[in-house]
Structure formats: C-alpha cells, structure tokens
C-alpha cells in the first residue's frame, strides 16, 4: 500500500470522525477542523483553513461541507475530494432520512442538552486561537472587531459575503509591502461551471416537461443548493416556503419537528434536505421516501461541489498576485470576526444558567490545558447527557 494512499484512508477517517461529532453548523465545525486538520494532522495551515472557508462563504452552497470537500481536492485530487463529501455527508443524511420515516414517533432527544454549551465552548477557543494566529496588524485588529459587530447585528445572509469581500479590498491598500512572486498563467478549467450550469438547466427542463415528482424534488433542492448565501439558517425559512407554505408537501408541526432534529445532530445542517425530500414522497411509501431523501440530499450538495471545484482547481495561482494576496489579510480578519461573533449567536439563545455557564468554561479550560482532542470531549459531554439529562 503506498504512502498516499495510507494518508488518504487517515484522511477519510478523520473526516468520518468529524461527521459523527462536529455539532454547531459552520462555526461549530471550523473549530472542530482546526483542532482535528490543523493541529493534530497538520493537513494545512490556520491560515490556509481560514482562506478556504472565507471563499467558501462567498459561494453559494453549504460552507463547512465545500471546506472539507476542497480540502480533501487538495490532498488527492477529485477523487478524494468526492469520497470526502460522501464520508462527510452520510451519517447525518442517513439519520434525517431515518427521522422523516419515524416523524410521528416520540423521541427523547434530553441527552443533548449540554452539547450547545459546549459547541459555544469549542468555538470561543477557536476564536481565540484564530485570532492570535492570523490577525498580526492594526488594519487586521480593526477589520476583526468590525466584523464581529456588523456579523453579530446583521445576521443576514448576504453580510458573510459582502464583509469578507469588503475586507479583501480595504487590504488591498497594502498590495506594494507584499513580495513579488513568479506567476504561472492562470489556467481556469471551466468543465464543473459548464456542469453545474448544465444540470441546472436540465433539471428544470426536465421537471416543468414531465411534472415527475421525483425530478421535480432534486431540480427543487439543486436550485436551492446553487442560489443559496449563508448557510442552514437561510436554507431553512426558503424550504419552510415553498414546501410547507406553497406546495404543502409537509405540514408546519413536521417540519418543525424536523428542523429541532437536525439542530440535535453532528454534520451539515444541509442534510435537513433529506428529511424534507422524504417527506415530500411519503405518499409513496417507505421506498419513496428513500428516493425522497436521496434525490433531495444530492439536490442540496452537488452545486456547491461542483463550484468549489471550479474555484480551488487555479486558488493557489491566484493567490501568489499582490492584490489577491494582500486582500487576504482583510479576508482573514473578518472571518476571524465571524467566528468571534458566532460565539455570541449561538450563546445568545441558549438558556442562561449556572450550569451552561460552567460547562463552556471547563470545555474552554479543557481545550486550552489538555491533549484531549475536542471529539473526546463532545462524545463525553453525550455520556454526561445519557446519565445526567
């Protein structure tokens, strides 16, 4: 066995690892990304992440899933990076699809009850170490706290973008300090645009012809999938309108029911797509259902995927022009701003006791004292629910 193809089953596994216990959607999953890619791999560097993850923000699609998607690009190619998505995606999509058959089935969901304080936790010391390891300047420090306020107030799906691209060109000032480097001739492969283009056009061609239910729901969720800024939060109220309001697939109680399920598990929010699909064919029986939930979860991811791996095929190239490169110092800033502020939006809604309290200082203390690896202490804080919640 060679020694790529070793690194690219550790690779897998450790993403396996972070789909079973990386809770918190984006922000919560960047920290886990960090301690597990970053400090214990050393796959790449806290500034590598935190550039993938500000250009995935700017794209349309799930952000953490085309970050770990991309990185799996760079690591061993296409290939990899697919098996990543697949690894990434599928437990939570199985466990959503599972939720939209058993929708009418009480489920005791009162050992998650400490995992929130503990996400708050994992992302406040990610902040910190963000923050220490790539906001180094005066301009940096500002774009930082500027973003932590606008992101906090805002909280509008169009503010990541706008902010992050704000912050590469007020960086950009500063494009004569950078070093003069020998530049290739940026070669741009424009084979997953066409194919993300194509199949947008053809679902919907397809779905308005035969009004077939099934291709209707995977054109519903692509579209979805390649227009969307902002992550769960905004994929949610869209999917509330035009499956609950305006094509009264699902009822409002399933639904909700729904949207608290997927907040209770680890992986890409995104995956409520597939409770949505399988819902959306429960006349159909358990065998639509599936189809359901199938078409719709690759619905929801394959946009994202094919446009990260337009992007990430010539980043590295771009990278290396001085304006590109100085507006990375403002793209790290204000991303670094958006996870200070996440740490605050998820806090904010969370009820306000002793206990939570306590739990996101000993999960900040654990991190910042101990080796334990931040999965360890999420499967811990699980046990700690079973017994105690």
Request: hydrophobic share 55%; with cysteine; aromatic share 14%.
């Amino acid at each position: 066995m060679t020694v790529r193809r070793v690194r690219n089953i550790i690779f897998l596994k450790d993403v396996f690892i972070l789909s079973v216990t990386a809770f918190g959607g984006p922000q919560g999953h960047i920290a886990m990304f960090l301690d597990l890619m970053v400090k214990k791999r050393a796959y790449l560097t806290e500034e590598d992440l935190i550039e993938l993850f500000a250009l995935c923000q700017v794209l349309p699609g799930p952000t953490s899933t085309q970050t770990i998607t991309a990185l799996g690009f760079k690591i061993g190619g296409p290939n990899l990076a697919y098996l990543t998505l697949l690894v990434w995606m599928l437990p939570a999509v199985t466990i959503m699809t599972i939720a939209a058959i058993i929708v009418n089935t009480n489920i005791d969901l009162g050992f998650m009850r400490f995992i929130l304080p503990m996400v708050v936790g994992i992302v406040a010391f990610s902040a910190y170490r963000i923050a220490t390891k790539v906001v180094t300047t005066k301009l940096g420090f500002v774009l930082m706290i500027f973003s932590a306020a606008a992101s906090f107030v805002l909280k509008s799906p169009y503010a990541f973008p706008s902010l992050i691209i704000l912050g590469g060109l007020i960086s950009t000032i500063k494009y004569k300090q950078q070093p003069i480097e020998e530049k290739e001739r940026i070669k741009v492969q424009w084979s997953n645009l066409i194919l993300w283009i194509t199949v947008l056009i053809v679902a919907a061609g397809l779905g308005g012809i035969t009004q077939y239910l099934p291709i209707k729901i995977f054109e519903n969720f692509y579209r979805n999938g390649s227009l969307i800024f902002g992550g769960g939060q905004v994929l949610v109220p869209l999917l509330y309108t035009e499956f609950v309001e305006f094509k009264e697939y699902l009822t409002s109680e399933q639904f909700i029911s729904g949207y608290g399920f997927v907040q209770a598990i680890p992986g890409p929010v995104f995956s409520f797509s597939a409770y949505v699909g399988g819902l959306s064919m429960n006349e159909f029986g358990i065998g639509g259902q599936l189809l359901g939930a199938i078409l719709a979860a690759i619905g929801i991811f394959l946009p994202g995927t094919f446009l990260i791996f337009f992007i990430i095929r010539f980043w590295e190239q771009l990278k290396k022009y001085r304006l590109v490169k100085a507006s990375l110092e403002g793209v790290n800033a204000v991303s670094s701003g958006m996870v200070i502020a996440a740490t605050f939006l998820i806090l904010v809604p969370m009820e306000q006791n002793i206990l939570n309290y306590a739990l996101i200082l000993t999960t900040v203390v654990m991190q910042r004292f101990t080796k334990i690896p931040t999965p360890f202490i999420i499967v811990g804080g699980l046990i700690f629910g079973f017994v105690f919640g």
